[in-house]
């Protein structure tokens, strides 16, 4: 797959290296939408040191409030002000990656984009391809959604080196959400899904996050 004119969403800044790793430095655009924590004041000022000084140019940062728990209504709202946003950074694209359904382990954020994403291919028909991460904890929502939409299955090298310098830059900034000792895998998987996309009966590579 040529991905020179593809697009990765992500929830926040160091979702891209966590879950699109060996994809991060190939695609045309990055698209990271939430920066501002309210339980965590200091976080947006952190997440836009790192865009500013983050090695790719392929870096766009919507900076809007993570939603964290909201009423029904403003988190509908919060969800119309993301697709707007999206709607514009998306327009012309082809093929985006993004969260899967379950939200790799579960986080809301992750649901919320790739809900978001998935309004959007409704309008534009776009192709979609989420990580194939999944936490434990969340693995009946996995299985719930693996006969549902989901084919077309692709996998690339990780290359850590190449990653490095933004793993390194997340730390500097006191950004980087996850475990300091991940260990990235040699590949990572991506499912195609949708509703025209074909079904094949096949094996499903997942990556277990335990």
Known sequence: MDLSSATIVVAHPDDEI????????KVS???MCYGAVNSKPERAQQRRNVI???????VQFLDLPEPGNLSSTLEDQAQLALIEHLRVGLSGVKTVFTHNTWGEYGHNDHRRVHAAVRALQGETDFAVYVSSYVGRRVFDSFEDNLNRE????????????????IFALYKSNSCWTWATN???PE???FFRVGENVSHEPTAIPIQLIC
């Open 18 to 25: 966590l879950w699109f790793s060996s994809i991060v430095t």
């Open 29 to 31: 655009r990055i698209v």
């Open 52 to 58: 500013k000084n983050y090695p790719l140019p392929t």
């Open 150 to 165: 989901v084919a077309g299955i692709i996998s690339f090298a990780v290359d850590r080196a190449a990653i490095e310098p």
């Open 182 to 184: 991940w260990s990235w």
């Open 187 to 189: 590949q990572e998987n």
